[in-house]
């Protein structure tokens, strides 16, 4: 298991290669979050709370190794300041069948969104703007 | 002592970080309750408690959550992560 939150960008390739080397599982799935253009916005500010984001993280990628027997699974998650169409996570599984991979990689983004202390704000041409948390980010936890 | 920490919104509506408060607050919402008495930017960054999530000691926690031996509790917004 490898949980990384970091400022500095990463290549997504590279980490997967990387991440794919000497397994046994059969399937490996990876989800990459970017910076979306929501419109006139030039950059995406990303705040967390140190003592908290690793351990919090850690906690979730655990549950997903024992739920889906994963034989590794990976978290790169950035804060700071991050221009549109920057990466600004990664997540990836690694099973013996594809279903534990999606699966297994689904329950972690839907609990990083809402679990994991980090905070997205909008920098705009004409300011700034908190992302606010939607409710059908909680609704997605109640199906697993 | 207490150390409390305000993350996004929270922070820029109380305009500091972190501080560090001597409390006799039993609970999360004693706390909340004896902040929201201090000034009117706490009492606008508490007003609806709703709207914000706790952590105690670095794990997400409830607003009933009791105070006794915790050395740190943080306020902040629901998480936007992902």
């Known amino acids: 298991m490898t949980v990384r939150v970091q400022t500095a960008a990463f290549d997504m390739g590279a980490e997967l290669n990387a991440f794919s080397e000497g397994l046994e599982a059969g399937a ?10 929501a419109g006139r916005m ?5 705040e ?20 889906w027997s994963l034989e590794r699974a990976l978290v790169i998650h950035r804060h700071g300041r991050l221009m549109v169409g920057e990466p600004i996570m990664m997540v990836a599984t690694a099973a013996r069948h594809r279903a534990g991979a999606f699966q297994a990689a689904e329950f972690l983004m839907d609990y990083l969104k809402s679990r994991a202390p980090f905070w997205k704000k909008e920098i ?6 908190w992302v606010e948390a ?9 199906r697993w | ?13 109380i305009g500091l970080p972190r ?14 309750a004896e902040l929201r008495g201090r000034e009117e930017r706490y009492a606008l960054a508490f007003a609806d408690t709703s709207a914000l999530r706790v952590a105690v000691d670095q794990d997400l926690a409830d607003f009933d959550a009791p105070l006794a031996g915790v050395r740190e509790v943080a306020f902040f917004p629901p998480m936007t992560g992902g």
């Open chain 2, 1 to 13: 002592m207490i150390d409390i920490l305000y993350f996004a919104w929270v922070r820029e509506r």
């Open chain 1, 134 to 142: 939607k409710a059908s980010d909680e609704d997605a936890l109640t």
């Open chain 1, 28 to 37: 490996v799935v990876s989800f990459t979050g970017l910076v979306r253009d």
């Open chain 1, 42 to 46: 030039v950059a995406m500010e990303i």
């Open chain 1, 124 to 129: 705009g041409a004409e300011g700034e703007v």
């Open chain 1, 48 to 67: 967390h709370y140190p003592a908290m984001t690793e351990r919090a993280i850690t906690a979730i990628v655990q549950e997903a190794t024992a739920r």
């Open chain 2, 19 to 32: 501080e560090r408060v001597q409390t006799d607050a039993a609970t999360v919402a004693d706390l909340v």
